[in-house]
């Protein structure tokens, strides 16, 4: 059963840079796409971004200037970075494994989620 | 960008009675070179993270009770819960996947009457 875990290190100040990392176990990371999704209140689900095993990455055009997705395939862990927080990216972040068929991308394992707070 | 619209907000049915959600997209999801639908669900329990329900509009995920069903085509959608039970409490979410930016539906929430 593959598990999916966020950390990170906590609050963020506006303006910094929000940088989480999930770890993936009972399965390998490689032949997989991976994926961010945040949840707000205000904005209910939203997809960040996913990358394959092999690096290449798709970001959702709203974030995409502040948004980097990372792997490292020797940790099992992939990572996300988003730069110049504002309060507005206060959120629920989740990680998520990413189901892909005939062109199709959705999330079949989730993270518990990690709480971030933008406030200084 | 697909938008998602889900109705109702919220609904509240009695233990055993059918639940039924709805979700539109504001444009086709159905590729016609597969005659699939690029439309999943999700149930998200209070203070759990969301859990996948059906995909391909109707493909029920693995270990998903069978209470749970989805239909419709193009740009409508259903989700059903046929015989609600107290474990079925939770905000359901639709989501599209045709194409990127991924887009899901704002929830609806059930309850239990």
């Known amino acids: 059963q593959v598990q999916l875990q966020e950390s990170g290190p906590g609050p963020v100040k506006p303006a910094e840079t929000l940088s989480l990392t999930c770890t993936v176990s009972?399965?390998?990371?490689?032949?997989?796409?991976w994926g961010w999704i945040r949840q707000s209140p205000g904005k209910g689900l939203e997809w960040i971004g996913y990358?394959?095993?092999?690096?290449?990455?798709n970001y959702n055009p709203s974030l995409k200037s502040r948004v980097t997705i990372s792997v490292d395939a020797s940790k099992n862990q992939f990572s996300l970075k988003l730069s110049s927080v504002t309060a507005a990216d206060t959120a629920i972040y989740y990680c998520?494994?990413?189901?892909?068929?005939?062109?199709?991308?959705?999330?079949?394992?989730w993270g518990q989620g990690t709480l971030v707070t933008v406030s200084s | 960008d697909i938008v998602m619209t889900q109705s109702p907000d919220s609904l509240a049915v009695s233990l055993g009675e059918r639940a039924t959600i709805n979700c539109r997209s504001s444009?086709?999801?159905?590729?016609?070179?597969?005659?699939?639908?690029?439309l999943a669900w999700y149930q998200q329990k209070p203070g759990q993270s969301p859990k996948l329900l059906i995909y391909?509009?109707?493909t029920r995920e693995s270990g998903v009770p069978d209470r749970f069903s989805g239909s419709g085509s193009g740009t409508d959608f259903t989700l059903t819960i046929s015989g609600l039970q107290a474990e079925d409490v939770a905000v359901y979410y639709c989501?599209?996947?045709?194409?990127?930016?991924?887009?899901f539906g704002g929830g609806t929430k059930v309850e239990i009457k």
């Open positions: 998520a494994r990413v189901y892909h068929d005939s062109s199709g991308y959705f999330f079949d394992y």
């Open positions: 009972g399965g390998s990371i490689s032949t997989y796409y």
């Open positions: 990358i394959y095993s092999s690096g290449s990455t």
């Open positions: 444009q086709s999801v159905l590729y016609s070179s597969n005659n699939k639908n690029y």
């Open positions: 391909w509009a109707s």
């Open positions: 989501q599209q996947y045709y194409s990127t930016p991924l887009t």
